[in-house]
């Protein structure tokens, strides 16, 4: 991949994942003040996954086919409008409606940023690309948090949201005026098949459904160590935005830092099985262990070991699904992979927010890891297979 080209991609990922960033210890908050609950707020991350989740297989396909630069143009259109948009919500229903245009705008953005990488990506380097990529993206969405915790305890909620807008807008001028139209390297299958026939092609493939099946089991705990946090570190000792800002941000950015180690081993050193199940005990075990945290620096502890399980399923995840793009158009591929990374997410937000309105924000954590761990076993059996 031109070097280049490889740092205005990655460049303006972490520029728009900063912004998103921002606003993450910031929603939960604003949404409680206009009256929701845990379910609520289940459904209100819900809509962003539902959204993002229909939209990135179709967006990916379709970039296959029509190239990359226009979506991720038009993506980080839609980040900088509900960036503006989102502090003038004054009921749930409107705050849901953003949130829900606010997926689309992400099907838009990595997806079709993986793929991209992907494109380019030489034989045998699946892991150390998608490792940088993720660099870019963790760094980003880590940093971020502290920045919207910061702005929150200065200036207020609206603040951080626009930050996030000016962020969005920052990164979409960064590529239209640096980026080229197309890759360096022709489009594979200008008219290869339509999502549908793909998307039945990955699902036949007992290899390629386990990759699907582990993206989504890992990602149903992106809801409870996200969104439902801040309300917890709330409730056990009345925690400051800076102090969500930091666990948030320790576990993002020790993940950032060790995505270039992890993926060389991915390529390497390891079977990607073998790693793949060791971050799942990892990241299961964390969620399980989270409800007898009892103070702040604990609970930091368990995030940074939670940031560390990630970092190994990641760019491993990201390598396998990179070689089976290689029969299926990378477009297509990131697109489901996405897929089911939204399906975890839209998972974990409505059990999440049903279970702590039932049981409490403790048994969350605990039965959402029990459920990670047992997915996990079945998606990298299939892989195995």
């Known amino acids: ?39 609520t707020l289940g459904i209100i991350v819900a809509a962003f996954s539902l959204t993002r989740g229909f939209c990135q297989p179709i967006v990916g396909n379709l970039s296959d086919r029509w190239g990359r630069k226009r979506f991720l ?7 900088g409008l509900v960036g503006l948009m989102m502090p003038e919500a004054t009921s749930l229903g409107s705050l849901i409606l953003i949130r829900a245009l606010h997926g689309v705008g992400s099907a838009m953005i990595v997806p079709v940023a993986m793929a991209y990488v992907a494109d380019l990506t030489p034989v045998g380097r699946e892991g150390h690309y998608m490792g ?20 929150n ?45 793909s998307l ?35 409730q056990w000792f009345q ?17 950032a830092v060790l995505q270039h180690p992890c993926g060389r081993l991915a390529d390497d050193r390891m079977d990607k099985v073998k790693l793949l199940r060791i971050g799942c005990l990892v990241i299961s075990g964390v969620m399980c262990l989270v409800p007898l945290a009892g103070n702040f620096w604990v609970l930091l502890c368990l995030f940074v070991i939670l940031g560390s399980g990630e970092a190994i399923i990641w760019p491993t995840l990201g390598a396998l699904a990179t ?15 996405n897929l089911a990374m939204s399906s975890g997410v839209f998972i974990g937000a409505i059990g999440a927010g049903f279970t702590s309105d039932w049981l409490g924000l403790s048994w969350s954590f605990l039965l959402i890891g029990v459920l990670v761990f047992g997915l996990s076993l079945v998606a990298t059996r299939l892989i195995d297979r």
């Not at 925690?239 to 020790?254: D, E, K, P, S």
């Open 1 to 39: 991949m031109p070097r280049h080209l490889l740092i205005i991609l990655l460049l303006s990922i972490f520029i728009a994942l900063l912004g998103i960033g921002i606003i993450v210890p910031v929603i939960p908050v604003f949404a409680e003040s206009l009256g929701a609950g845990g379910l």
């Open 73 to 79: 143009i038009s993506g980080l259109f839609v980040y």
């Open 132 to 151: 940088m990529l993720n660099i870019a993206i963790f760094t980003g969405f880590g940093s971020g948090p502290l920045i919207g915790g910061f702005c």
């Open 153 to 197: 305890d200065r200036w207020g909620m609206a603040s951080a949201f626009y930050v996030m807008a000016s962020l969005s807008f920052l990164a979409m001028m960064l590529i239209i005026l640096q980026m080229p139209a197309a890759p360096p390297s022709p489009a594979k299958a200008e008219r290869g098949p339509g999502i549908i026939k």
């Open 200 to 234: 039945r092609a990955m699902l036949a493939s007992h290899r390629t459904a386990g990759i699907l099946l582990a993206r989504m089991a890992t990602m149903i705990v992106m809801v409870p160590t996200m969104a439902l946090l801040p309300l917890l570190m709330h």
């Open 239 to 255: 925690a400051t935005g800076m102090q969500i800002g930091m666990v948030i941000a320790a576990r993002t950015l020790v993940n």
């Open 323 to 337: 070689e089976e793009g290689r029969s299926y158009g990378q477009g297509s591929m990131m697109g489901a992979f």
